[in-house]
Every structure is written in C-alpha cells, then in structure tokens.
C-alpha cells in the first residue's frame, strides 16, 4: 500500500521521497513540532509584516511630506527582498547551514526596524526596514521551510498547512498591534518596539536543531558521508517538472495578490462605508486561517496526496474563477461572498505551493529550488499589482482588473496539469532498465544459505562441475 502510494505520487508529479540530506529518515514528530511552530511564527512575521508596516503610512506621510506611492515602496522593497534574495538564501544555507543563516537573519530583520525608528528620509526608511528588515526576513522564510521538509515526510502536508497558517494569524494580529502602537507611541516608538518583537525570530532560529544520524556501534563501518552539494545547483532546471512548476508559478502570482490589494477600494467605489470596506480584509483573511490547515490535512491523506499536483492546480483554478466571479459583485453581499471563496482558495494555494514543490525535488535540491522559484516570483510580484493599477487608472473600471487577475491565475493552472499531464506523467513508464531490473534494498541474503547453493548446484550458477573426469 505505502509503495503503491509512492509509485503514484511519482506519476503524477515527478514527486520523490527522500530520508533527508545525509539519508537520515524524516522523525515526522518529535523535535519536528518545535520546528513547525518557528516556522509558523517565521511564514507569519514573512507575510503579514509587510502587510501591517502599511498602517503607519499616514503618518509618514504627514511627517515627510510625501504621497502615498512614496510610502507604498517600503511594502513593495520588502516584498521584493523576500522573494528576489531567494538565490541568496540559497547559496548561504548549503554553505552555513539553516541555523546560523536564520540567527544572522532574525538580527538583521531587528536590526532594521530599530534603525529606522531613527530615519530622518524616507529614502533612509527604503534601506532600513525595506532592504534590512526584507533581507533579514528572506533569511528567515526560506532555511524554515527547508528544516521542514528534513523534519517532516508523511505528515508533511499537514505541517505545511499548519505553519502556512502563521500568515494570516499574524496579519490579524500585526495590524491592530500596529494601529495601537501609532497611537500611543507614534511610528517612531512602533518601529522600534516592532524591532524588538522581530527579535523572536533569533528564538526560532535557535529551535533549528539539525538532523544527526544514530551513533553506530565500532563494528558497523564508517558512518554515511554527506554528498557534495553545490551552492547552488542549478541542475534543477533540468527537472521538466521543476521548469513547469517555476512556470505556473510565476504566471499564478501576476494576479494572485491583485484581488486583496484592490477589493477594498472596489467596495469604497460601490458606495460601501469605509468600516464596512475594511471588514472584508478581516472576512478574507478569518477564513484563510482555517482554510490552510484543512487544506493541509486533506493533502496528506493516503488516498489524497498522490494526486497533490493536480489538487494544487484545482486551488489555481478555484482562485481565478472566484476573481472573475467576483468581479460581477454589484453589491456589499457580492463582494463577501467573493472574499469567503477567495480566502478558501487563497489558503488552499498558500499551503500547497511549497508542498507540491518539496515532492517534486525533493530534500536534496529544495533549497536550491525554492530560492530560485522565489526569485522568478519576485519578477511576477512586481509587475502584477502594478499593471493591475495601470489598467484601474486607465479604465476606471474594477472589474476588469479583477477579471485581468482571474485569468492570470486560470491560464496558470492550466500551464501546470496540462504540462503535468503530457509532460511528466509518462517519465516513470519509461524507467530505465537499471531501475528495473534493480534487486529490492530490502532482501537480505544469509552467506551460509549462499554457500550451499553453490555446493549443491554450482552449473546453475555458471561454474564448471569439477570431477575426477574433467580435472583430468
């Protein structure tokens, strides 16, 4: 049942299962859970906070007499510094480990946010908290996923959708936090006191603890010795399922993040009360908090997570047909409808984009490849919300921009089943004939069992009968 299970999970994505980076097996348990809470407190600081910095944006404003574009780019440079330093990440963790890069990370990302409570530009602010606190955020997001995936190989799903789940809890958390902060001590205190909650991740990086193989007794042989492993391999792009999982990717995330950018101004446009309109942020994202985990959980069944390529592809689909649905709202009770559908497939995307890329490479090459699927994204980060904006200013209508989106999304999910499906779902058909013909690792032979075979039947095994007549 359980080879079954693996057979399928390679045809249908390429996928691999692997026992970690020296051939340790995964404890799925144990240690594992304090992993998965860091990475649960990392993916939220990661996500929200670019998100909850947005409160302070008026006050800056006021204080540097600046519009809100200017401000807008400290959310755009840390977003960019969380994906495009992806590469980065990379070559640190297979140099320095997972550790150490987290530790320097969660130092930067303090670091940061307490100096910028003492800018006195807003280009000083781009430095600090977009280029310090987004590079010691990036060094944080992607060494915790990477422990993950070492920790965790059956229950991996469901880890994953667990410490996805850090996203949004943190984004209702950060905001109000935010909001309190300004008011009591000004964006210069909040900074400064966000600095030191930022200290947290140093804790979470201290939870890091890596894999060790078992002690083995002196008479077992020398221990098994790590691989070589490039700094950053990019073999992975020889893997077509790998290219094909970049490509939709990178296509999903041009209008993935467009809808929450502009939902609350579509309801402002429909004539909805500003209290009103921010409430569909809070419905979004209540229901993305549940929608993870589940999603999560419903990956890892047995019967479930050999088809979790194309279960990912689902969520794409589902997301881009609630963009375009959505932009058919006319009305306060359209657009919650569209934000409760939305969080759904919004959270079933976010825990299953890393799962789906961690069974198709695989320990070994994951943290090579994420950092450079996080690089491509980083592209896609930049030029999706913006044309998004381009297109509202040049129309003046919302739903085109949602409906800009939805198709984005859709065409994304199309590129990723139909490249699976004709791509890659014949590969493990046309195994080679070593693999094949490859003894089960398994079978165990006893020598004294060896030894009487070749006595009792020694032509059988290619050998020549010695008697008294042929030695002659």
Known sequence: MEQDAE?????????????????????????????LWGCFVITGF???????????????MREFGIGYSDTAWISSILLAMLYGT??????????????????????????????????????????????????????????????????FNKRRPMANGLAAAGSPVFLCALSPL????????????????????????CVCAALMRPLEAPRQSS?????????????LDLSVFRDRGFVIYALAASIMVLGLFVPPVFVVSYAKDLGVPDTQAA???????????????????ITGLKKVRPYSVYLFSFAMFFNGFADLTGSTASNYGGLVVFCIFFGISYGMVGALQFEVLMAIVGTQKFSSAIGLVL?????????????????????????????????????????????????????PETATEEERHKPPEDVRVDSREVEQFLKTEPEKNGEVVHTPETSV
């Open 46 to 60: 990661s996500y929200a906070f670019p998100k909850a910095v947005s409160v302070f944006f008026k006050e800056l």
């Open 86 to 151: 992806g590469p980065l990440c990379s070559v640190c963790v297979n140099r320095f480990g997972c550790r150490p890069v987290m530790l320097a990370g969660g130092l930067l990302a303090s670091l940061g946010m307490v100096s910028a409570s003492f800018c006195g530009s807003i280009i000083q602010l781009y430095l600090t908290t977009g280029v310090l606190t987004g590079l010691g955020l990036a060094l944080n997001f992607q060494p915790s996923l990477i422990m993950l995936n070492r920790y």
């Open 219 to 231: 008479g077992s042989g020398p221990a098994p010795q790590r691989p070589p492993r490039r700094l």
């Open 279 to 297: 409430f569909l942020l809070t419905i979004l994202g209540f229901v993305d908090i549940f929608a993870r985990p589940t999603a999560g959980f």
């Open 375 to 427: 690089l491509l994204e980083a592209i896609a980060v930049l030029i999706g919300p913006p044309s998004g904006g381009k297109l509202l200013d040049a129309t003046h209508v919302y739903q085109y921009v949602f409906i800009l989106a939805g198709a984005e999304v859709l065409a994304s999910s199309l590129v990723l089943v139909l490249g699976n499906f004709f791509c890659i779902r014949k590969r």
């Open 178 to 201: 935010g909001q309190v902060l300004q008011d009591h001590y000004g964006w210069r205190g909040g900074f400064l006191i966000l600095g030191g909650l930022l200290l947290n991740c």
């Open 7 to 35: 057979s399928a999970l390679l045809a249908m994505g390429g996928a691999v299962i692997d026992e970690g980076p020296t051939g340790i097996k995964a404890p799925d348990g144990g240690w594992g859970w304090a992993i």
